[in-house]
């Protein structure tokens, strides 16, 4: 689950946290925190062998084991609490079982997650830790200290936060600094979107939210289909779709309770467009497989297409002085094509020569441009080198970065990072399904243990010991 800002924390909740919490601790199974392999034989003190030796407190208390990581009933309901402050006491109490279930999963993926980064020595300081909890209180309008004690009224421990964060901050970390050198995108691909979006540039435009239900693996798809549905039936019921996005959706969107902003169905994958495309205002889809995970869109406005503006260029400029001769003047700057001096390039790939001048210029219309130029400028697309301009003593050339047509069409660079994202991010779910197959994870739910977190849930919250 994403650090989301709390926005509740100055808001009452509709009902009581302890009593929503008694309700809710009655674990039902979850196709995802099945225990694996059925409980083993006690040992010769009656121990569960599967709660580690270090662990001191009441077997009753454990609701799962991440290797020799311990996560107890204070741990669900610290998180749960969390969750419920979140939405603003705006959970449906039909939903707290599943969202039971989510809490639970986020822990055990949060201690996978943290588990894996301590074996390539990456940790969240305090530091970090503390940035990222004054940034959400500054987001709410309150210092770190205050929201410390707006979190402890409502019996959160900011301990509870700050373990979330540290998940956060290492996962990406981790897997940017493994895997973000292999990601590539290659033209065609960010040209193809660019295409789409041309030609959905006369069409109109979608206000989407999204939930994003990843699946573990193929054979839990049907398990996942039936959860994907249930959230659709809490929708119908009335729950709010960013409440229920925030709390459910692993999209990068959850932290804005789903929303993706006014979309044209070019920048979609195609399964996600042709189903929004026939949607009227006010729909939710069905669960869409994509990209290894259930979607539901909500379509919460459109608008007819912008009409075309001016055309506009982001262009590499250079000249040189015909003083070093024609053919030299020539020869340097023909080089401009492959000397990456487009946004994104940290440097000049190449030297261009002597006395040869090069500038960057975004977004010009034609109007911007020397009259001299525009001849030799507006006819050109991307990947085009211009033919020399002859003027005041020296000999110019442009390359063209990007054309943008005036069809509000993002920029290359926001495309390809789009596209880069999604890809980092399907590589992060399969990184953590990988590191799950390779841990021990125990998820020990009997009811002794649904016994004891209820009860539990009435009280005032103490950690066990270990």
């Known amino acids: ?21 008694m309700a809710a601790m009655a674990f039902a199974s979850c196709p995802a925190m099945a225990q694996q392999g059925g409980a083993p034989a006690a040992s010769r003190d009656g121990r569960d062998p599967r709660i580690p030796q270090s662990y001191t407190g009441p077997e009753s208390a454990v ?52 588990q894996e980064a301590k074996e390539f020595d990456l940790t969240a300081t305090s530091e970090e830790i503390d940035s990222q909890v004054a940034g959400i209180a500054a987001q709410n309008g ?49 040209d193809a979107v660019m295409q789409r979006l041309h030609d959905d540039a ?17 054979d839990q798809q049907q398990a996942y289909y039936q959860a994907s549905l249930q959230l659709i039936e809490q929708l119908r019921k009335g729950v709010p779709f960013a409440v229920i996005a925030q709390q459910f959706s692993a999209c990068t969107t959850a932290a804005a309770g789903g929303n993706m902003g006014w979309t044209r169905t070019g920048e979609l994958p195609p399964e996600i467009a042709a189903a929004v495309k026939i949607l009227p205002v006010g729909a939710v889809t069905n669960p ?36 070093v001769g024609r053919a030299a003047a020539r020869s340097s700057l023909e080089k401009l094509a492959t000397a990456e001096a487009c946004p994104g390039g940290q440097a000049l790939r190449q030297d261009l020569g002597p006395n040869v001048d090069v500038a960057l210029v ?25 033919a020399p301009v002859e003027a005041d003593g020296a000999l110019h050339e442009v390359y063209i970065c990007s054309v943008d047509e005036g069809l509000g069409i993002p920029p290359r660079g ?50 066990p010991n270990g």
């Open 362 to 386: 975004e977004n010009a219309k034609l109007s911007d441009i020397d009259e001299r130029f525009t001849s030799a400028i507006e006819d050109l697309r991307r990947g085009d080198l211009s």
């Open 414 to 463: 926001e495309i390809e990072e789009k596209l880069y994202s999604r890809q980092l991010e399907r590589i992060a779910q399969q990184y953590l399904r990988d590191v799950r197959r390779k841990s021990t994870v125990d998820v020990l739910i009997d009811e002794s243990a649904n016994q004891n977190a209820a009860g539990a849930g009435a009280g005032a919250a103490q950690p």
């Open 202 to 218: 006369t069409h109109e435009q979608f206000l989407l939210s999204e939930i994003c239900i990843p699946v573990p693996s193929p």
């Open 63 to 114: 609701i799962a084991v991440v290797n020799d990581k311990v996560i107890t009933t204070y741990d669900v309901r610290q998180r749960m609490r969390l969750m419920i402050l979140n939405a603003g006491g705006r959970i449906n109490p039909q939903l707290l079982p599943q969202l039971q279930r989510q809490a639970v999963k986020d822990l055990v993926e949060e201690q996978l997650k943290i």
């Open 142 to 190: 309150l210092s770190a200290d205050q929201m410390k004690e707006k979190l402890e009224e409502d019996g959160v421990s900011i301990n509870s936060l700050r373990n979330q964060m540290a998940a956060s901050i290492v996962w990406p970390r981790l897997v940017s600094g493994r895997y973000g050198k292999r990601v590539r995108v290659d033209d065609s691909e960010v």
């Open 288 to 323: 869409i497989p994509s990209e290894g995970a259930f979607k539901i869109l909500a379509v919460r406005d459109k608008r007819e297409a912008v009409e075309q503006g001016e055309k506009s260029w982001t262009l590499a400029y250079a000249s040189a002085p015909l003083s």
């Open 1 to 21: 689950m994403t650090v989301r800002a709390l926005n509740s924390l100055v808001k009452t909740t509709a009902f009581s946290l302890s009593a929503a919490l």
